[in-house]
């Protein structure tokens, strides 16, 4: 029976009940014990699925040309005992179609034939696909039997056993693409969008109103891959956060990325799908489905959810009105620090960071607005003197880069375990450097201090404007003057700004009208006229180092198809370095204010966030405008 083609109900049951009585056998038992393959050559297979996790493995011996699909498919039946089923002639089962939408069955190449026992029969070319037979489970809320059809065969059956609805649903997806986004001409939205079409031709189109969100939270996995996509279309346009925003009344859900610090559509949703998509955000890392009073907030570890990604996210969800919520995911990068050279400092900046991190102790602060790239920098510096001979402890919320041969600790304020505590218990863990993610407090700061004193060197972050108001901002926490003096290395602000994108990039010769108002600009930062340098220096220094053919260029991009026709790819920062020596540390001392230590700082080489970014500007890295919106002096 295992060989002759079912073609009846009956016929296929029987053959279902004589696979039951057979012994287990793997795939590749079966391929080896009838000569389709070697040793050898399984133990290669094996490897490679190791590697490809989710292939499986006689879908791998194809894909190599070590077998046959004829070759494959007669193993599976012979010594695996499935039942080969002719598509050409078998009786559809209604009910068994009725349970698998059309939409799936196309994407997973299945057909359904039947139910038995409460468990739905589907013939498809390879029963090892467990991801195709998981989807099926979960869309059908049953169990399933795969059967074997041959390949040629499965088109045209469910072609004829959904006697074509997908006209419709076809019709359905091309008016939501018309309508939900303005891209549809990209592939990747285009792409969610038909999700999303699924999503709603399977919804009951007449249930009452108090039940819609109730049925669609128990959707089938269209919803879930929707989510995925969306994700993974986040991943590849390298953008930051993923806003979800769910309004009242029967407002459409709002999805919108961010993307070098600018928020932009990506899809709309109908109301019906905005508690059944922040119940799956919160399922995706753990959090209490039921609880939307207060916020939450998660990780998730994206590569449980799809196949070969390492992407990690975190999550958090804040209450609304009307008992809703929204929900907004910060895409984490786990890849490697980079290096020093490569953040775009300018030869003072990178010298002055450079020799600051190789002193033995004493602290170093990074300092700017959330999503400045802090967090980033320090990892890079901490790359920069990451050796075998230096032990090195971070404590951060959340863990975001990763590197070798730092031990890294993940702070959770639920528990009591805070930044503080961390920063005590590294102390009794015999460290050479530290890096605390963020000074939060008071008890976090003076303990901070106290570690650089004590022969460590440490690394942290704060939210302050610029680097000289870090000082003062440090001193008004109540940190004792001559202690905080004594600690303090350097402080560098930084500030991201769009960058003009490199494949539509032109430059022109700047007017002289242009490079005045850019040197008036440079000038004007400077607060003590005394010490400010002459216009005529300035310009012959921007000549030395910028100029194109003797003479300084404006940039722009007008935009192409690689930026988005934005005229900007990417983000470049603006870094202000201060380093302490002995005139600042007096003027820590005897606790004076930000503008005097700024003064003093620039007489000595300091320049700020506003004049790094006009140099960036002459080198054609970004607009005078971004500079402006992203600097404050």
Known sequence: MVMRKAVTVDQLAEALEQQCSMPMVRIGDALMAMGYVTEAELDDALRQQHDERGVPLGELLVRNGVVTPQELQTALARKMGYPMVD?????????????????????????????????????????????????????????VVPVLADPQEVSPAIERAYERPDLNAWIQAEELQSVTAPSATRPDALDARELLATLEQQDSLDAPPETEEAQIAQSDNSLVRLINKMILDAQTQ???????????????????????????????????????????????CDLDISERRKPQDGKIAFSKFSTGSKLELRLATIPTQNNLEDAVLRLLSSARPQPLEQLGFSAANLDGLKSVMKRPYGMVLCVGPTGSGKTTTLHSALSFINTPDRKIWTAEDPVEITQSGLRQVQVNPRIDWTFAKALRAFLRADPDVIMVGEIRDQETAQTAIEASLTGHLVLSTLHTN???????????????????????????????????????????????????ELAEDW??????????????????????????????????????????????????????????????????????RAE??????????LRTLRQDGIEKVLDGVTTIEEVRAGSNG
């Open 87 to 143: 598509l050409k002639a078998f009786p559809f089962d209604r009910d068994a179609v009725d349970r698998l939408p059309y939409q799936v069955a196309m994407r997973r190449s299945v057909v359904p034939l039947m139910l038995r026992g409460g468990r739905l029969v589907v013939a498809l070319d390879n029963p090892g696909r467990r991801d195709a037979l998981d989807e099926i489970e979960f869309v059908t809320q049953m169990k």
């Open 466 to 516: 610029s680097a000289a108001e870090t000082v003062t901002r440090l001193l008004d926490m109540g940190m004792d003057p001559f202690n905080f003096a004594d600690s303090l290395l350097g402080v560098l602000a930084q500030r991201l700004v769009r960058r003009l994108c490199p494949k539509c990039l032109q430059s022109r010769p700047a007017t002289e009208a242009e490079v005045d």
């Open 238 to 284: 390298s953008v930051s956060d993923i806003h979800i925003e769910c309004p009242g009344n029967r407002e459409k859900v709002r999805v919108r990325f961010r993307k070098d610090g600018h928020l932009k559509a990506y899809l709309e949703l109908p109301y019906t799908y905005r508690s059944a998509v922040i119940a799956r955000l919160k399922i995706m």
């Open 596 to 605: 005097e230590i700024l003064n003093s700082a620039m007489a000595e080489g």
């Open 523 to 592: 000038l004007h930062v400077w607060p003590d006229a005394d010490h400010r340098p002459a216009k005529a220096d300035l310009l012959a220094d921007w000549t030395a180092r910028h100029a194109q053919d003797g003479r300084l260029h404006f940039h722009h991009a007008p935009g192409c198809s690689a930026c988005d026709h934005t005229g900007f790819k990417g983000r470049a920062a603006l870094h202000e370095l201060l380093t302490v020596t002995r005139t600042i540390k007096r003027q820590i001392q005897t606790g004076a």
